[in-house]
């Protein structure tokens, strides 16, 4: 069958009576003039875009207020100086001068730390602030899964992800951490939660040099202090067992007691002597002078004592000696000198280990990567989002540019002829779409 002409679809029937529209509309453009016919098509739908713009608005503003509203808080912080720290920086410094610039290495806007491939602590310190033990311990602190209307740690941490920025400034190592929330203080109490679970993260990971030698230290003084305490233990039960305190001293104390009980039985033996050629043994003075020239040779020989005698005590007597005899304090004063000497190493030791945990410690506590807060977070005035005349201006502004393509496209597509095969294709697709949705409402009716 042949098409006789070029067939054309009619176009709607004008929205106003036809005088008024032959006196106020415009008369149609050239068919070659494309920007004007697009123009007298746009005034043509007016009214159909006016309907648009308003209902638009309405959509709009109400959207707007709808979105609850967000607030931003950022805390900002350095790194913590240590020792290390001040140490590879003051290389690097010096590395940079080397290659020829102190602001830039080699010229290319690289310093020395990232030539050498050196970690940055403000990088040490993003990774933490992003890793999952810190988000947990958010999430459990803040009750985050209840807030968010999360019922998974995992989507917890993907919402609670989204409202946290970090930015890190290279140059002055400066960290900036922002967090989104839909209450000011909450958003300041989360900012400020996450430089808190820095540093007691960082403790935590914290693998100095300084820390492993505290370690080492404080295992060494536990040591020590168990050997002192069994060192003065055998000391103080050897010295009570054998009444010893200073066997120097008490030597000389035995000999000297010695000496002196031999001048009185030797005084006495001469003064015996006179009274027997006076009177008889019988005689009273005879008797006690007698007895007690025997009670001197017993103390005296207790005191002096035997090669073979381990005892301090003379059981004919009952007398025991204050010191120990004079032939077993060399041997015990050799033990002595031993448990003496244990002694005091242990306690040199005991000392020198604790003196050395203590400044273990220290140095710890100066290499412990603690940050230094420049900025803490407080409760933002004004809310960060939505912009909401930004939203109606943006929503209008697109919503009225669909509405001009839709018009002109429609008008194009009128203007295709009815026999032309795009749009037979469409016709038919349409067709079947309809028949379609038919069926399926006749299946559910």
């Known amino acids: 069958m042949e098409a006789r002409g070029q067939a054309t679809v009619p176009i709607y029937a004008p929205s106003i009576h036809p005088e008024l529209e032959k006196r106020y509309s415009p008369p149609a453009p050239e068919p070659d003039d494309r920007k004007g016919e697009k123009l007298w098509v746009l005034w043509r739908s007016r009214r159909f875009l006016w309907g648009v713009i308003w209902k638009t608005l309405i959509a709009s503003v109400a959207l707007a207020f709808l979105i609850p509203p967000h607030f931003k808080s950022a805390v900002r912080f350095v790194p913590g100086e240590n020792s290390s720290t001040n140490g590879s920086s003051s290389m690097m410094g010096l590395m940079s001068k080397a290659l020829g610039n102190e602001n830039s290495s080699m010229g290319f806007g690289l310093d020395a730390a990232s030539l050498l491939g050196a970690k940055t602590p403000g990088a040490f310190y993003v990774e933490v602030l992003k890793s999952r033990t810190v988000q947990d311990r958010l999430i459990n602190r803040f009750d985050l899964r209840a807030r968010y209307g999360k019922s998974t740690y995992f989507e917890a941490r993907k919402k609670l992800a989204r409202f946290t920025d970090i930015e890190e400034d290279k140059k002055s190592g400066v960290i900036t951490l922002t967090v989104t929330d839909y209450e000011p203080k909450m958003a300041a109490q989360i900012a400020n939660a996450y430089v808190d679970e820095l540093n007691r993260l960082a403790v935590d990971l914290n693998t100095s040099s300084a820390h492993r030698e505290r370690q080492f230290l404080e295992e060494r003084l536990a040591t020590a202090k168990q050997d002192l305490a069994r060192a003065s233990a055998a000391l103080s039960q050897f010295t009570t067992k054998n009444s010893m305190v200073d066997p120097q001293n008490e030597g000389r104390a035995v000999m000297d007691a010695a000496a002196r009980m031999q001048g009185e039985l030797i005084a006495s033996e001469t003064e015996l002597k006179g009274l027997?050629?006076?009177?008889?043994?019988?005689?009273?003075?005879?008797?006690?002078?007698?007895?007690?020239?025997?009670?001197?040779?017993?103390?005296?020989?207790?005191?002096?004592?035997?090669?073979?005698?381990?005892?301090?005590?003379?059981?004919?007597?009952?007398?025991?000696?204050?010191?120990?005899?004079?032939?077993?304090?060399?041997?015990?004063?050799?033990?002595?000198?031993?448990?003496?000497?244990?002694?005091?190493?242990?306690?040199?030791?005991?000392?020198?280990?604790?003196?050395?945990?203590?400044?273990?410690?220290?140095?710890?506590?100066?290499?412990?990567?603690?940050?230094?807060?420049?900025?803490?977070?407080?409760?933002?005035?004004?809310?960060?989002?939505?912009?909401?005349?930004?939203?109606?201006?943006?929503?209008?502004?697109?919503?009225?540019?669909?509405?001009?393509?839709?018009?002109?496209?429609?008008?194009?597509?009128?203007?295709v002829p009815a026999d032309d095969s795009y749009r037979l294709l469409a016709a038919d697709v349409a067709g079947e779409f309809r028949s379609v949705f038919a069926k399926l409402r006749r299946r559910i009716s």
Request: a positive charge; hydrophobic letters at 40%.
């Open 276 to 415: 027997q050629q006076i009177y008889s043994d019988d005689n009273v003075r005879v008797r006690t002078l007698k007895a007690r020239m025997a009670e001197l040779r017993s103390q005296l020989t207790t005191l002096v004592g035997q090669k073979d005698d381990v005892t301090e005590q003379n059981p004919a007597s009952g007398w025991s000696a204050p010191y120990p005899s004079m032939h077993t304090l060399p041997g015990l004063g050799s033990r002595y000198a031993d448990l003496y000497r244990e002694a005091k190493i242990q306690e040199a030791v005991y000392a020198f280990v604790t003196q050395q945990f203590e400044m273990a410690k220290i140095q710890e506590a100066k290499e412990i990567p603690i940050v230094r807060v420049m900025d803490a977070g407080v409760a933002p005035e004004k809310r960060s989002s939505p912009v909401r005349g930004l939203i109606v201006g943006g929503s209008i502004f697109g919503a009225f540019l669909l509405a001009c393509l839709w018009v002109v496209g429609k008008y194009r597509w009128q203007q």
